[in-house]
């Protein structure tokens, strides 16, 4: 095991997992949680060893948001977003915003969320005009996890005269050019806070940009997140199959462990076939399904109590199905649903 994995395996066994109940019950994160994370280095997971990033591999970064989605998905969903604002400070070729945030970003110093999903659709629900010394955005982005836990947001908006999508860092708060903050009552990760944004001509300032880029090239980009989503509903799986051996039931939760080894692995070797990461994606929000329905099943009467963890893992796999999800995954995941007598 790794430094790194380590760290986030004692997080998730002394700081996570004995909070997860009471953070889903009152729809609050400690701060607690997220200085830890930042004091054991997670907030630079995917930052440049330069700036503060501890160099871990792609496939560990993987098994460090399973580890901690395990114990909290809720903290761990919430926690994950900022990478997104880290990754485009890596990759900006505004250097002097990179120098001016990225060190902070990777400290945790600077906490970010990230505002994409307006640029998904057709058309775009967030768009971007040209305006003096930067960029107009108006429109809405329907999900927002993060806001009044975050500083910073990496929103995306698109340019409909040019095709591009313009992106870059906004201020996490209300303001000139925030129309409306609308609060989401969530079935699972209430504690995520997450809203939908109406903006309305929010000023982006060019020195805050950090890509403009071919909306295509956008979405190929998105590809390797379809991968880093499907550590959360892989983490699921690894508590629901605890819970359903601690219920007596150690077959199926080997069955359980031994199906998400086999789509993890099948995932990890398709990462050079974006066309077949959206089906894969799919198959782990289904087997999160699976083996939250288990582990109600395992505990019997008493999982359908409200502090008993069998029914929050069942909501939070329903979490999984939609959350940071495409249309593809979306097709794909109806097919599963949908095939007579099940998949198998």
Known sequence: ??????????????????????????????????????????????APPEFGGPGVEFTEFLQVI???????????????????????LATTPNTALRDRFLA???????????????????????????????????GEVPLVSGWGLVDVLHVSALHEETGEVVNGLVA???????????????????ASSTVRL?????????????????????????????RVDGALPLGLVQRAASAVE???????ADRLRAEAGVLRARFDAALGEPESLPGLRA????????AGGACVVAAGGGGLLRDHPAQRLARESLFTLVVASRPQVKAALLG?????????
Do not use: N
């Open 1 to 46: 095991m790794t430094e790194m994995l380590r760290r986030a395996a004692k997080i998730a066994d002394e700081v996570l997992l004995p909070a997860a109940d009471e953070v889903d019950r009152t729809g609050t994160i400690p701060d607690g949680h997220f200085r830890r994370l930042a004091e054991d280095g997670f907030y630079g997971l995917v």
């Open 66 to 88: 399973e580890t901690l989605a395990s114990a909290c998905l809720t903290t761990t969903f919430t926690w994950l977003q900022h990478h997104g604002v880290v990754m485009g």
């Open 104 to 138: 902070r970003a990777a400290g945790g110093e600077l906490r970010g969320g990230g505002a994409f999903s307006g640029v998904l659709p057709v058309p775009p629900r967030l768009r971007a005009a040209r305006a003096d010394g930067g960029w107009s955005l108006t």
């Open 172 to 190: 996490a708060e209300r303001g000139p050019g925030v129309g409306a903050v609308h609060e989401l009552d969530l079935v699972a990760a209430q």
């Open 198 to 226: 109406v903006f309305d001509g929010l000023v982006l300032p060019d020195e805050r940009v950090t890509s403009v880029v071919d909306r295509a090239a956008f979405l190929d980009g998105l590809a390797l997140g379809v």
């Open 246 to 252: 601690t219920a007596g039931r150690p077959e199926v």
């Open 283 to 290: 198959e782990c929000s289904e087997l999160a399904l699976r």
């Open 336 to 344: 599963l649903l949908d095939a007579p007598g099940g998949r198998r």
